[in-house]
């Protein structure tokens, strides 16, 4: 689908919430349709059942958290443990979370309506509505991101379970294949930030930490990993020369 | 792998929902009166970065799960790649992510089956 011309804005909440939608489609859709098959076929090659799949991509969608959760509910990690990595790794949603209020919340925006809008932040709706939002009449874009990420949840929740099923379905090196499509999705999305110093520093002490602290403690590393890792290249950072100088990779 | 127990995966699937929603309401809460580029904003962020790359180096490196059965060098390699067409796209994600689980799969195609 391409726009020949720029349309005039919504005017009405259901002009807003179809124009999300037909905006969805394409390929922030298909981005997310791949990673989902490949969390899905995670889920069945760690012999997990597809009910466990699907209520984690309705319950979190956040990709990063869903695979942590699978992965160590595979060693049988403890449920503290659990829910203490998953929330580290997905802090990341609360920065993302402030940054979108200003430009969802209008004067009368009801705070449930911005509760349950909460729920859809992923990295895929966050850039679309950072990007194109501004075109959108401010009362109206909470209508606009509905229509733009249910498209999208609804697809992880299909993509899960054709995951699951292709994962039987197709040779083993195809499946294994899928399931290597987060590390690496992740990996390259990470190392677009690499300008800032304090994240360079975040990957480096991980990826050294990560394996070194899992061999120590299957249970406690990742956590450990975070907390030590992410403190240090904090501190690091803060300490180094001016951060965010831009121009240099 | 032992099976896990239905309650277990319950229990596990419902602590990663509530340490996820957690962090969109407090968001919602948090929004106009804390600046997402406050500090404490950039420690979450360098432990979230920390604990993710920590967690992808693991499944590279010391595969727990169903990669536990394919090579080291595969999965090296394939990373490998993946990051050395990314730089070489100018940073395209999308081309990297195709290079680096297309060389994966053949690579294990031609290796023959995996258990």
């Not at chain 1, 981005?31 to 889920?43: D, I, P, Q, T």
């Not at chain 2, 580029?37 to 799960?65: E, H, K, Q």
């Amino acid at each position: 689908m391409t726009p020949s011309q720029t349309p005039p804005g919504p005017t009405t909440p259901r002009a807003a919430l179809v124009l999300g939608l037909r905006e969805s489609i394409g390929l922030p859709v298909a981005v997310l349709a791949a990673s989902f098959l490949g969390f899905g076929s995670l889920v069945a090659k760690t012999d997990l059942p597809l009910w466990l799949g699907l209520a984690s991509t309705l319950t979190g969608w956040a990709l990063p958290g869903q695979v942590a959760l699978v992965e160590m509910a595979a060693v049988g990690s403890s449920v503290l443990v659990i829910a203490l990595a998953v929330g580290m790794v997905n802090a990341r949603l609360l920065p993302m979370t402030i940054t979108l209020m200003p430009l969802l919340r209008a004067p009368g925006t009801r705070p449930w309506g911005l509760y349950a809008a909460s729920h859809l932040i992923a990295v895929t709706s966050w850039i679309g509505l950072m990007q194109r939002g501004h075109r959108v009449p401010h009362a109206l874009r909470l209508s606009y991101f509905f229509g733009f990420s249910l498209p999208l949840w609804a697809m992880s929740l299909v993509a899960t379970a054709v995951g699951f099923h292709l994962a039987g379905a197709v040779p083993s090196a195809v499946s294994l294949g899928l399931v290597f499509l987060n590390p690496l999705y992740f990996l390259l999305v990470m190392c677009v930030d690499l300008r800032r110093r304090a994240l360079l520093l975040s990957l480096m002490f991980g990826a050294v930490l990560g394996p070194l602290l899992h061999l120590l403690s299957p249970d406690w590393g990742l956590p450990a990993t975070g907390l030590v890792g992410g403190t240090l290249a904090w501190l690091l950072a803060r300490r180094g020369p001016p951060r965010d100088a831009p121009g240099h990779g | 792998m032992a099976e896990p127990s239905a309650l277990y995966l319950i229990l596990a699937l419902a602590a990663a929902a509530v340490a996820t929603y957690v962090w969109r309401a407090l968001g919602v809460a948090l929004g106009g009166r804390l600046g997402a580029t406050a500090p404490v904003m950039d420690w979450i962020g360098c432990v979230a970065y920390a604990l993710l790359a920590g967690l992808i180096l693991r499944m590279i490196l010391l595969p727990a799960g169903p990669l536990a059965d394919t090579p080291a060098l595969a999965r090296v390699g394939a990373a490998g790649l993946a990051v050395a067409v990314f730089f070489a796209t100018r940073r395209n994600v999308a081309l990297g992510v195709v290079a680096g689980t297309t060389a994966f799969t053949l690579w294990l195609w031609i290796g023959g089956p995996v258990p």
